[in-house]
């Protein structure tokens, strides 16, 4: 057992490229979710329709990058504006259904054989991030012995948490304006906000373009660090973990989702690293019988339903939230 | 609360107990020492290591998975050459579809399959080619879906085809709307919108494969007991779960998440147990379809469906007629009269439980027979099971038949009329979508007061 | 007060209604259900709403006189809430058409209409828990520059606004006795405390007509007396009022007019003396010892009568 290794293995990914994904995705969740109310399932379609969004302009169409970076920050817009005019007017649990069906639609069909010479079928599209990483001004990867990334990941890392400190600035100016306390109120009871006066559709389409496109930088960060993009990394799955962490950091606070994320990998690596420690070597800490290398890798993932359970249980506000102020009651 | 954790025990015990003994009744597969701080990229799909192969080699490899509209493909054999055509080797592709073929390292490859192998009787349709170029990008699994689209060899005529497909979609439909029914009755008395049904409707397939391969017991014993442990399964969740939060006041939306929490731990849970293969029961597996004047049907198809509509008959009859039936759709109307016109809501809503989940696992079983086991069967259909239940109006019984039938014949007669194959789900989850658009209470539901 | 936040919506502004002549003119009106007004706000004819087989809400004609005060009374179940919910665009008529200030409100979102200058409350209170008392009023104050979405990230954009509505919000907290409350959450008040808040909150509108779903259930008594106050002050300032009230001592004390209501129509309507001495009225709605307190009346008389009607009644 080696507890360094392990510390490494879960600060690396804590703070590198992985949390930033779910950091980014989580932040337009805690938009839709936990400021407006809105039950957004299907979070990865918006990650999907950004990724690809880059992906295919520059690979199929032959387009410049910037004509991608350009389609990924349109497409989750797009993507928002058609979602949200059937469902915003639908109940919380109806919305739920409908986003999550069209994340899964999208999956499917950037998946499809028949659809392979636009978007690669089940191997995705690969060969556009040349630009970016040709942006890299690091020479090298960091190794603080405690904590390293790639050269690669440092660069990433370095843009992705740039990213993510502008998000959060731009979510924080306008959660304290008058009109984030519309967002909140119609959190609340959208009929009382209509009774005042306020397009509550218009607003919730606001809320929905808004954290689609946090979504959608979610994805595009991820296409741009990962040089590929591959229909499975957009599963349900995504979304789910996203709402861990925004629920492990605490819905409606602006810095929830960041915090979120970064203990969602230091968890879900840290407890990786363990297991497999654990589980591996000539005679290991775990006995076979009980537990495979193969199974240690999937008790982290059982331990995060649990967590997302419990929480949602016994602390909706989070870990550092207070709970009058949570947007939704777990009692 | 000292309860309340007994009954989480409970719950647990009576979850792990049949799969660890299924664990160790099967002896373990050696685990090539795949290192596990691995590759980040995969890390956020873990799912997809759902293709595992059996014998996995140290160095890097191409796993080919040869799937007939989502089905493997087995026996079949498949070869690789480099980008410069020479030849890497060849392998068969066992029963979960997949061949497995060592490479150099990572670059492009051409896959091709013998034609030859495939099974009897099926031949690649015009469109699908028999190589095809991959792309390895890993120095390590390279995981390649191969999709073929077959068609029967002697061309069958588009009536036979529409015929064949309306029999797929009953099956398929029936199947779904003993999972709906389920959930329809579920959703009816408590409100839950339960993302973990899914996993109701894979557990009943796994205990179907746990009796019927590890304890060898006969495939309709497995399947009966599969709807019995369903049964006790939603009976002790409801008990250790659900009812304690309603206890509580947990709102709806907050019971939504814990259910997608308790989903996930499931989902897990199966996998650690049943591991991420495909597995086949020890029964009728392979059986050919029959020919009766217009129709073709196999023999498990015709008891699929004769289940699924007597199941289905018994269940609506009983909750029309039964005292019980009618205390749930009382609870179902309007819970607080309910109560207060002295019912036991909560064993009107533990009983729902136990129906519903009973149901779901059956729906499972019969997946189960119909095809293959797989600890994400249920969730595959999860959507379409929304789908339908939606579809017909949240919560209200018929409704969630029509529903199903509606996605059933979508999902299989769509293809006919040029709906990809590969995607054939994705007609009903748009048709989901245009009916929340139209008619968000569903086909057959009600509105709610407002103000 | 902001000059934005007035235009076209502050009655008194434009200085159009004279409440006295409001009231006069009314008394010309014959004591009619459906009876047309000399200076109506609000029209509406034919509205039917269905729920399955039930007709809710089937009003044949009705008009509201601007700037009084007008009651809506009838028993529990008679259509009062389901017709503020059809008037205010909450929700919709099977059939019928209706106007305010002229303009048809068929097909108008419910958020327009408030726009218009029609607000109105609700029976079952709608604050908003989890923001505090004076963010809930801030709410209410329309064309807030802050509620843009590009202007809200720079806040000297909306700051000044959002003082001035802070000062006025701070104005109708004190006349609601509510100031105490300020910094709570709105989850925090009391039921009665919530009703005063919702209506503080309509008056953040700055309305036209408001529209009270019981507005005094669950205040008490000494706070009722100072809410009547406030009520007509309203009316003194301009603006129509129409609530709906189970209280006849304050439909009695308050109001110019009188609509009443039963099973969905208009049963009959006049000045409160009149509607109040109506046998339909009293036979419908009041009971025939309306008048009288309860405790002075023999309590197996009435028990007697109660029962006796309730046969009647199930005959048909
Ligand atoms: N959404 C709905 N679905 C079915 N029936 C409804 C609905 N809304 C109202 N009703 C019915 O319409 C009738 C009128 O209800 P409404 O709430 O308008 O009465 P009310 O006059 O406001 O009564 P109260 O004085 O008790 O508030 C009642 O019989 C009620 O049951
Ligand atoms: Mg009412």
Not at chain 1, 13 to 33: E, K, R, S
Not at chain 1, 313 to 331: L, M, S
Not at chain 2, 295 to 312: F, R, T
């Amino acid at each position: 057992m080696d507890l360094f290794e392990i510390l490494r293995a879960a600060l690396s990914q804590a703070l590198g490229p992985q949390a930033i994904v779910l950091a980014l995705a989580a932040i337009g969740l805690n938009v839709h979710f936990g400021y407006t109310g809105l039950l957004n399932f299907g979070q990865a379609g918006f990650m999907s329709v950004a990724a690809y969004g880059l992906a295919v302009p520059i690979v199929i169409m032959d387009l410049p990058f910037v004509a991608g970076l350009v389609m990924a920050l349109l497409m989750p817009v797009v993507l928002a504006v058609v979602l949200g005019f059937p469902t915003l007017r639908l109940r919380a649990d109806y919305l739920a259904i409908a986003t999550i069906a069209t994340a899964e639609i999208l999956r499917l069909v950037f998946g499809s054989v028949e659809m392979r010479d636009i978007f690669g079928g089940s191997n995705g599209l690969t060969g556009y991030a040349r630009p970016f990483q040709d942006l890299n001004p690091y020479g090298s990867g960091i190794d603080l012995g405690i904590f390293a990334l790639s050269r690669n990941d440092l660069w990433a890392a370095t843009v992705g948490w740039i990213l993510v400190a502008l998000c959060s600035l731009l979510v924080w100016a306008l959660m304290r304006s008058p009109w984030g306390r519309v967002l909140r109120s119609i959190r609340e009871d959208e009929q009382a906000v209509r009774s005042l006066g306020k397009n509550v559709f218009a607003y919730k389409m606001q809320a929905l373009v808004l954290g689609g496109v946090f979504g959608g930088l979610a994805g595009l960060f991820l296409a741009l660090r990962q040089a590929s993009v591959v229909p499975s990394d957009y599963g349900t799955n995504i979304t789910f973990f996203a709402y861990t962490a925004l629920l492990i950091g605490g819905a409606a606070r602006v810095l929830g989702p960041v915090v979120g994320a970064i203990i969602f990998w230091f968890l879900l690596s840290g407890l990786g690293a363990l297991f497999s420690q654990a589980t591996s070597g000539a005679n290991p800490l775990i006995p076979e019988v009980i537990m495979s290398n193969q199974q240690a890798s999937l008790v982290r993932f059982i331990l995060v339903g649990l967590a997302l359970m419990l929480l949602m249980i016994f602390r909706p506000q989070g870990i550092f939230g207070d709970r009058r102020e949570i947007a939704i009651d777990g009692r | 609360m000292a309860r309340r954790l007994v009954a989480l025990a409970v719950l647990l015990v009576f979850l792990l107990l049949p799969t660890a003994a299924q664990a160790v009744a099967e002896g373990r597969t050696t685990a090539a020492g795949t290192p596990v701080a691995a590759e980040p990229t995969d890390e956020p799909s873990p799912t997809e290591s759902e293709s595992a192969a059996p014998t996995v080699p140290d160095g890097p490899y191409l796993s080919v998975r040869l799937l007939d509209e989502g089905e493997p493909v087995p026996g079949v054999t498949i070869s690789a050459t480099d980008a410069d055509g020479g030849e890497l080797g060849s392998a068969e592709t066992a029963d979960n579809g997949i061949a497995i073929i060592e490479i150099p390292g990572s670059g492009t490859y051409t896959v091709e399959l013998d034609e030859e192998t495939l099974p009897d009787g099926i031949a690649l349709d015009d469109e699908t080619g028999n190589t095809r170029e991959v792309r390895a990008p890993l120095n390590g699994p390279n995981i390649v879906v191969y999709n073929i689209g077959t068609q029967a060899a002697d061309t069958a005529g588009f009536g036979f085809q529409l015929s064949a497909a309306l029999v797929s979609g009953l099956k398929f439909g029936l199947i779904t709307a003993l999972a709906a029914l389920g959930l329809s009755l579920i959703f009816g008395t408590t409100g839950l919108t339960n993302f973990s049904h899914g996993e109701l409707i894979t557990f009943g397939g796994l205990m179907t494969w746990v009796f019927n391969v590890s304890f060898g017991l006969p495939v309709i014993v497995a399947g009966l007991l599969a709807m019995v442990f369903a049964a006790g399964f939603g009976w002790v969740q409801e008990r250790g779960l659900w009812r304690p939060l309603r206890k509580r006041g947990t709102g709806l939306i907050a019971m939504m998440i814990v259910s997608i929490g308790f989903a996930l731990f499931l989902r897990y849970l199966f996998q650690y147990f049943f591991g991420p293969q495909t597995k086949s029961l020890s029964q009728y597996t392979t059986q050919q379809r029959q020919t009766y004047g217009p129709i073709a049907i196999a023999d498990k198809e015709i008891v699929i469906i004769l289940v699924g509509i007597v199941v289905i008959a018994v269940t609506c009859i009983a909750l029309m007629k039964t005292r019980l039936g009618k205390a749930m759709r009382a609870v179902s109307d309007n819970p607080p009269l309910a109560a207060s016109s002295g019912m036991r809501v909560d064993g009107v809503v533990a009983a729902a439980w136990i129906l519903g989940t009973a149901l779901s696992g059956l729906a499972g079983a019969l997946l189960a027979v119909n095809s293959q086991v797989n600890f994400l069967m249920g969730f595959k259909l999860l959507l379409l099971v929304f789908a339908a239940v939606t579809l017909g109006g949240l919560g209200t019984i018929w409704g969630a038949l029509l529903g199903s039938m509606v996605i059933g014949f979508m999902v299989e007669v769509g293809p006919l009329f040029g709906v990809p194959s590969s995607i054939k789900e994705v007609g009903a989850l748009v048709v989901l979508i245009l009916v929340l658009l139209i008619r968000p209470q569903g086909i057959l539901g009600r509105r709610q007061r407002v103000g | 007060m902001a000059a934005e936040n007035t235009t076209g919506t502050t009655p008194g502004s434009t200085g159009a209604v004279d409440v006295g002549a409001a009231r006069a003119a009314l008394r010309e009106v014959p004591n009619d259900p459906g009876a047309p007004k000399p200076d109506p706000i609000l029209v509406g004819s034919g509205l039917v709403r269905r729920f399955g087989g039930l007709k809710a809400v089937d009003v044949g004609h009705i008009e509201i006189q601007r700037g009084v005060i007008t009651a809506l009374i009838g028993p529990n179940g008679a259509g009062k809430t389901t017709l503020f919910n059809l008037l205010t665009g909450f929700d919709e008529p099977d059939e019928g058409d209706w106007s305010f200030n002229g303009s048809s409100l068929r097909k108008v979102a419910s958020y327009k209409v408030a726009r218009m200058g029609m607000v109105r409350t609700f029976q079952l209170t709608k604050v908003l828990a989890k923001l505090t008392v004076i963010e809930n009023m801030r709410l209410g104050a329309t064309g807030q520059k802050g509620e843009r979405f590009w202007s809200a990230v720079f806040p000297s954009i909306w700051r000044k606004q959002e003082d001035e509505n802070t000062v006025r919000a701070d104005a109708l907290l004190d006349r609601f006795l509510l100031a105490k409350k300020r910094e709570d959450f709105a989850g925090s008040l009391s039921g009665g405390q919530r009703k005063l808040l919702e209506m503080a909150r309509a008056l953040m509108v700055d309305p036209e007509m408001i529209m009270l779903d019981e507005p005094m259930a669950g205040v008490n008594p000494a706070l009722k007396q100072s809410l009547l106050g406030h009520v007509k002050s309203l009316r003194d300032e301009g603006r129509t009022v129409l609530f709906v009230e189970h209280d006849m001592d304050m439909v009695r004390d308050i109001s110019d007019w009188v609509i009443v209501m039963a099973q969905g129509s208009i049963v009959a309507e006049g000045t409160p003396d009149a509607v109040m001495a109506d046998p339909r009225v009293i036979d419908a709605y009041l009971g025939a010892h309306h008048d009288t307190d309860l405790s002075e009346l023999d309590e197996e008389k009435i028990e007697a009568e109660a029962m006796a009607e309730l046969e009647g009644k199930d005959k048909p």
